[in-house]
């Protein structure tokens, strides 16, 4: 007669096993090659967006005057000069994102098309960017779509993608530091959970790997650095998010003390970290090094260490001046603002303005104005409230992350210098991470789909909750793109009637 064994209870380790893998699992959709399709779609259409009319006005307007030179100087002689092309000449930004407009003119010239047209790539190349980044946070395409979308169709970022200016390359490179912090928060979860699940101890600085993702992050914050120094808060930030993220992971892990922990373990890649982005930045000079006839390149005798190359010393001193200059500019200006105004859009900056007549009228306008989608930007006060609910009340990641992004290294180190000159573009940089707090509330409004993150909404079954949840995103997404197809004329410089154009200045101060 055959014994029927009674099998045993499943050990406690492997009880624990699928608790394990969802905590520290990444919650990505499935739709892999699908999602490629739908969000380089998104990117497509701000590449079209931005490309149509590039080269109007045909002048240089606003801080162009400055760039489109100075980038051009770098092609002739792999420094700035001056105005009279005669000698050195001192600027006060580094010289990342004038090489990057330089490419543009090496490719269609110096003209208005070769100045703009790789911010204009650049700009639709942050579409993509965020709208894989959001897909990646909050575990659905959708999401990432709309963040995509709305960026795409922000006023700000649409004007900065198609003037020779600095802030657009600024932005590219701090999201796409950021979207590598995202890949090395989830390659650390998905190490972890290698090791737990092989039967290795997790506690203290055993085990050991390389965080690429991690390095990666410090390139490209070294190049948002060696775009404008204002990315020096966003790398604090970063580094900020990181360690949070890593003492986070442990603790999913079930480290029993994931703050010392992690201490232990990543002390050393902070420093690793930090002579990466130093070592990229110095790389961003290289120009200035390989010529004789940069600003202070061959100054008075370095007193420094002997041991320390002349060339770093004259360096230090440049940047000394430069910094002075930041921090001591204090010069009215007919468009500066302060940054409690910037997200109620109090002063935005007016790139160029024409009277010429040709619009079928005796008065005419046409006006590049930098100014955000208006409705889009009101809406981000009481999407950053939300977010900021979501913090304090469920610890959400996404929601801290969101929140130091957006108001902690964008908006509210500018409050420190409150008589430096200060223009509303400034918040430019700040954007992606603004509309990742509308897209959070969006995924809130719209209801959990079956990719839908763990945590990103209540897990409600209601199938007429998420048809009303699916229309109340669609019209606010088509409020949006009427918006901006509205404002789009006083965007790209379209010359009109006098009425027409001040029917869209609502408030006096936009004037």
Sequence with gaps: MAVTET?????????????????????????????????????????????????????????????????????????????????????VHPPLGKWLIAGGEQLFGYNALGWRISAAFVGALSVLLLARIARRMFGSTLLGCVAGLLLALDGLHFVMSRVALLDIYLMFFLLLAFGFA???????????????????????????????????TAVAAGCALGVKWSATWYIVALVAITLWWCVQARQSAGVLRPVRDTLVREAGWVVVFGVVVLAVYL???????????????????????????????????????????????????????????WLLLGRPVAYYYSSDPGCGS??????????????????????????????????????????????????????????RTMFYFYTLPALPFLILAV???????????????????????????????????????????????????????????YDSWHSRMWFDSWI
């Design 7 to 91: 099998p045993s209870p499943p050990s406690a380790e492997k009880r624990a096993r699928p608790s394990l893998r969802h905590r520290l699992g990444s919650g990505l959709p499935t739709d892999q090659a699908a999602s490629w399709l739908w969000t380089g779609g998104v990117a497509l259409l701000a590449l079209i967006l931005r490309l149509v009319g590039l080269d109007k006005p045909g002048e240089k307007i606003f801080d162009e005057v400055y760039y489109a030179k100075e980038a051009h100087d770098l092609l002739l002689f792999g420094v700035e000069r001056d105005k009279e092309g005669t000698g050195a000449g001192y600027v």
């Design 182 to 216: 995202l890949r090395d928060r989830d390659s650390t979860r998905s190490w972890l959970l290698r090791r737990a699940e092989a039967g290795h101890d997790l506690s203290g600085g055993s085990g050991f790997r390389v965080p690429w993702w991690r390095l990666a």
């Design 283 to 341: 790389s961003t000079w290289t120009g200035w090094f390989l010529s004789d006839n940069g600003w202070n390149r061959n100054g008075d005798p370095w007193p420094g260490p002997s041991w320390l190359p002349a060339s770093i010393g004259n360096l230090w001193e440049y940047h000394v001046h430069a910094y002075e200059f930041h921090t001591g500019l204090h010069a009215k200006h007919d468009y500066q603002s302060t940054p409690w105004s």
């Design 362 to 419: 005796d008065n005419c306008s046409a006006e590049v104005l930098a100014l955000g989608t208006p409705l889009l930007w009101w809406s981000f006060i009481p999407a950053l409230v939300m977010t900021g609910w979501r913090w304090l009340a469920g610890r959400d990641w996404r929601a801290g992350a969101i929140l130091l992004m957006s108001l902690g290294a964008g908006i509210v180190p500018w409050t420190f210098y409150p008589t």
């Design 439 to 497: 897209t959070l509330a969006l995924g809130m409004v719209l209801g959990p789909g079956r990719s839908a993150a763990p945590g990103l909404v209540a897990n409600i079954d209601d199938r007429d909750r998420r048809l009303i949840g699916a229309v109340a995103v669609g019209t606010y997404l088509v409020v949006i793109a009427a918006t901006f197809a509205y404002f789009y004329p006083i965007y790209t410089g379209e010359q009109m009637t």
